[in-house]
């Protein structure tokens, strides 16, 4: 059974910075995603096995950071200049993939999601 755990979130004020973590029994492709209140799951961030490269979408590029510790199984997603935009319950998932889709359905493994608001 592959776990994923996330943690991290909490409430911070606009312009703050927040880390995520995420530990994933076994390794795989690790993304973040996103999904606010009303909206649909959306993607984040993406790094492959090795952590030797990594995608993030427009919305948080240059703000956010995903990264990866293979020895601690662990993944992480810092967030700087924290926008209330970004208020949303962040998932980690893995993949048995390759790639670093940025689909919803390509990851198998998801966590239970860990609030994160952002206040004004």
């Known amino acids: 059974q592959v776990q994923v755990v996330e943690s991290g979130g909490g409430l911070v004020q606009a312009g703050d910075s927040l880390r995520l973590s995420c530990v994933v029994s076994g390794r795989y492709t690790m993304a973040w995603f996103r999904q606010a209140p009303g909206k649909e799951r959306e993607f984040v961030a993406a790094m492959i096995r090795s952590g030797g490269n990594s995608r993030h979408a427009d919305s948080v590029k240059g703000r956010f950071k995903i990264s990866r510790d293979n020895r601690k199984n662990m993944v992480y997603l810092q967030m700087n200049s924290l926008k209330q935009e970004d208020t949303a319950v962040y998932f980690c998932?893995?993949?048995?993939?390759?790639?670093?889709?940025?689909?919803?359905?390509?990851?198998?493994?998801w966590g239970q999601g860990t609030q994160v608001t952002v206040s004004s």
């Open positions: 998932a893995a993949s048995n993939g390759w790639s670093m889709s940025t689909s919803i359905g390509d990851y198998d493994y």
